[in-house]
Every structure is written in C-alpha cells, then in structure tokens.
C-alpha cells in the first residue's frame, strides 16, 4: 500500500512564495495522477492543481498563474511551486495519488491521500 508524505508547508507574508512537496512510498505497480488539493475553514476541500501520468496539467482558476505542479516519476515525487500568496491561500493541502496495483489478478486504481500540511499567509 502506498502512503503519502507531504512536507514544505508554512507560514510566509503574502506575496511570498512556499513550494510543497509529496512522496509517495510503499509497494505499488505505478503511481498515476497526482494533485494538491485544500480545505479552509468551513469550506469544502477543493482542487488546486493536478498533473497526469503523462504530465498534462490542470489548474484552478483561483491559483493559474501564481502555482506551478511539476512531478518527478522516479521519486513518486509530486511538487507545488507556489508563488504572489494571498491570504486567501491560507488553508491545509493534501496531496492526492491513484495508486495502481494488482489484485487477485486484476488491475485497482485507489485514490491516496496525505495528512495534509498547514500554508498560512499572513496580509
């Protein structure tokens, strides 16, 4: 089973910039998407950014322009270059992966998630 380890949260000014990062460890035949994800108080956790297999991206309208996810596949390493931070990024971020493993013969894809890390900008 894969586990998810994320690390590089903090508390930095707005304006600043903060880069997460997630390792994916464990036994699995491949890790295929990866993303961030975040959950401020009271809302819903939302998608912040997604890279495939392949290294196709996905933004959110809120973070495009400002965050960057890039991925390293032989470190099962996904990373989150966040740069111009608002307070309106304050939230935890959980890294996300399909981890894909073979079961009684057959091909499963399991979403993962990480314990999330705290990014706090102050105004």
């Known amino acids: 089973q894969v586990q998810l380890g994320e690390s590089g949260g903090g508390l930095v000014q707005a304006g600043g910039s903060l880069t997460l990062s997630c390792v994916a460890s464990?036994?699995?035949?491949?890790?295929?998407?990866m993303g961030w994800y975040r959950q401020a108080p009271g809302n819903q956790r939302e998608l912040v950014a997604s890279i495939s297999g392949s290294g196709n991206t996905k933004y959110a309208d809120s973070v495009k322009g400002r965050f960057t996810i890039s991925r390293d596949n032989a470190k099962n390493t996904v990373y989150l270059q966040m740069n111009s931070l608002k307070p309106e990024d304050t939230a935890v971020y959980y890294c996300?992966?399909?981890?894909?493993?073979?079961?009684?013969?057959?091909?499963?894809?399991?979403?993962?998630w990480g314990q999330g890390t705290q990014v706090t900008v102050s105004s």
């Open positions: 464990g036994t699995t035949l491949r890790i295929e998407g």
């Open positions: 996300n992966a399909d981890d894909v493993y073979i079961s009684n013969g057959a091909y499963v894809t399991t979403s993962r």
